[in-house]
């Protein structure tokens, strides 16, 4: 069986940018494939991965509420779909250390988010540093072929690739390496990489962290709240709509975000709103259709029970404890641990 593999951090209530950038997509290919029984599908929340910086809140919370998003998105989870959370699996510290010894200090440090994250800062956690070599971890210990993630991830799906034929190289054949990120992106259904823009400065991504309320969408947000933020996004003085990124960020931004939502694809969309010299009628019917699927989605979050989220836990922890010891035992093997 193939496996289709993400996880999205718990710092914090997550964005629209989360949504549409690794949720959405992944519970569209989830649902496409896991009937069928070539594929498996492994959701995880990276708890690890959440004490690098501050989390906002109690994090338990977070991380119960995170997997409600998943259902709350449509996720069906039958017997082809896992959920679990990373320090439940303690194979993947384990590798994770395995695999800190095959990669180097250059390749660690060229990490735009290790760069971004550290950047001012007096001093930064070893965490930090060692982000990227546990998320290889926690794609390697499954074998994951396709790992639907946003565009801010790709540069640390390249890394994994890399170690892995590093490690392949030097042991044999232990890891399945997942396929580049062009390859993603096709099995994604998209053209490219999905970067959802911040709404004040579409020249950043939307990010959980950024202080203006404005710029970002949360998907707990009010929904007439999300609808005047749309209403109030940065565009540009061209007055005429076209979709290009580099020189009309903000327009392009709501193009996406309205192919996204309303699961049309882009060209339809652009081809839809092209010359459109009023931004605020593009504007308006963005604005309602964010304004429609987050409450619609809210609707479905208020009925998901803590109950509901352990019981699945508990199954996916078991599976996930056992399939990442085979791995991790195997990579011992080669490495003369046993
Ligand atoms: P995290 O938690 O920062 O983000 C989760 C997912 O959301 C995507 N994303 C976006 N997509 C489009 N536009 C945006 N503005 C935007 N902001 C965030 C991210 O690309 C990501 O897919 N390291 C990962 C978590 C992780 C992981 C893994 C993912 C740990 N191990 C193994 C896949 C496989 C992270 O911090 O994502």
């Known amino acids: 069986m193939k496996t289709i593999l993400t996880g999205i951090r718990a710092n914090s209530v997550l964005t629209l940018g989360n949504y549409l950038g690794a949720l959405l997509p992944m519970v569209r290919l989830a649902n496409k494939y896991s009937d069928n029984d070539e594929y498996q599908v492994n959701i995880f929340v990276p708890d690890l991965h959440s004490i690098i910086s501050e989390v906002d809140g109690d994090l338990q919370e977070n991380i119960i509420r995170t997997l409600k998003y998943w259902l709350a998105a449509g996720l069906s989870v039958g017997q082809n779909v896992h959920t679990y959370r990373q320090s439940y699996v303690p194979a993947h510290s384990e590798l994770c250390w395995i695999l800190n010894c095959t990669a180097t200090m250059g390749e660690t440090s060229r990490m735009t988010q290790f760069k971004e994250k550290s950047e001012g800062r007096d001093s930064v956690n070893v965490g930090i540093f060692d982000y990227p070599i546990l998320m290889a971890a926690d794609i390697l210990l499954y074998s994951a072929e396709y790992v639907p993630i946003g565009e801010d991830q ?102 996406l975000i309205e192919a996204l939502v309303t699961d049309t694809p882009l060209q339809t969309v652009i081809s839809t709103w092209a010359g459109e010299t009023r931004y605020g009628e593009l504007k308006k019917k963005v604005a309602a259709s964010v304004s429609q699927m987050l409450s619609e989605f809210q609707e479905r979050l208020a009925k998901i029970s803590d109950e509901e989220v352990f019981l699945l836990l508990g199954m996916g922890e078991d599976y996930a404890n056992e399939v990442a010891s085979a791995k991790l035992l195997e990579v011992q093997k080669v490495v003369h641990l046993r």
């Open 154 to 255: 790709f540069q640390h799906i390249e890394l994994a690739r890399n170690l892995a034929m590093r490690f392949n190289h030097k042991y044999g054949e232990v890891f399945t390496v997942p396929v580049s990120t062009a390859e993603q992106v096709k099995f994604m259904g998209v053209s490219e990489g999905i970067r959802i823009r911040d709404l004040l400065t579409p020249e950043k991504k939307m990010s959980k962290s950024t202080a203006a309320a404005g710029s970002k969408i949360m998907l707990d947000d009010n929904p007439e709240v999300a609808a005047k933020k749309i209403m109030s996004a940065t565009t540009d003085s061209f007055g005429k709509v076209k979709f290009d990124m580099w020189a009309q960020p903000g327009i392009s931004n709501l193009l």
